[in-house]
């Protein structure tokens, strides 16, 4: 637990925690895209849609985002006129 801690070191790239008597290094994330592998599982039956605003506001993102997820927002499915 965090209020465990009693000291963190930072070494070129190494994190290590100090929780009693010895240094463990602490899980580091992967470089590099986490999607590239990854298939996001169905929450629904059908893909639902989004209006289409949002769908264009999502587009624009598409300039900051890793190309690798371009895919994905590119076949969002959107109505121009959206029922509530």
């Known amino acids: 637990m965090v209020v465990d801690i009693r000291r963190i070191k930072y070494n070129k790239g190494e994190i290590k925690v100090m929780l009693e008597k010895d240094w463990i290094s602490l899980p580091r994330?992967?470089?590099?895209?986490?999607?590239?592998?990854?298939?996001?599982?169905?929450?629904?039956?059908?893909?639902?849609k989004v209006k289409k605003?949002?769908?264009?506001h999502l587009q624009e993102l598409k300039a900051v985002m890793p190309k690798d997820v371009w895919p994905y927002f590119n076949g969002l499915p959107f109505a121009y006129k959206f029922r509530s």
């Open 53 to 56: 605003t949002k769908f264009d």
């Open 29 to 48: 994330r992967p470089k590099g895209s986490p999607t590239k592998n990854f298939q996001f599982s169905n929450l629904h039956k059908n893909r639902r």
